[in-house]
């Protein structure tokens, strides 16, 4: 860390700042001597969930006092671990119902390491925006494949909704990629919801498995908790994955217009 104090402002306008992505005219998204970004390989990173101001703050607070000798890199690895020990806890769950409270645990590391991980780069001004945004996502696909797979495992959802989940959470993913190719805007939440809103979500609902894992629908009869709960994520996913195409389609279609 420098010696100078780095303020939210100027963290929030790293944060906001224009970051490499492919592009069609330069595929690496920055040139290949000095890494810098290229006029048009860019992206801008939103972020509009209820906690986002709050949790900003608090990582930038922590990133300043963190050890030099604990870098980003460090941070990345501890959320993916992290999210593989949530899944592993969800499968031990079955046999063991303490293993929940692992899965609580699990979150929390996993949302320091996954929340941190840039947070740290932008304070100490070591951003690896290509390398970060890369390995990033793809440790998220594989981490998410874990919770998910412990989950299916755990008996306390359905293998095949949870599969379906998981199917939902990568065509959202892949959208929101594509999104950010060709319209060099990432959005990290959507109707006020970003990933630390839904640890928070998760973690309520796990703990409550340890008390009344059902719930009653009254007409509709007795379900597992987490299988109403998977619904209502797909069906979120799934509206999503419609406004966000329509909202990307139709701009794209206003800025390429054929013409007249």
Known sequence: MTNSVTTWNDVRRKDLSLTPVPSPRNPLGASASDGAPSGDA???????????????????????RLPRRINSDHLTLLGFVAMLLAGGSYALASRNQGALLGVVFALALNWLGDSLDGTLARVRNQQRPRYGFYVDHVLDMVGTFSLLGGLALSGYMNPLLAMAMLAAYLTAAAEEFLATHVRRV??????????????IILSIGTLYLLYRPWVNLGSLGMFRLFDVGGVVAIAGLALKIVVSAVRNGHALYMEERLPQ
């Open 42 to 64: 860019t992206h801008i990173r939103e972020h509009g969930s209820v906690l986002a101001s709050a949790e900003k703050t608090a990582l930038v607070w922590m990133a300043q």
């Open 186 to 199: 990432f959005h990290l939440s959507f109707l006020g919801f970003g990933p630390t809103e839904l640890r």
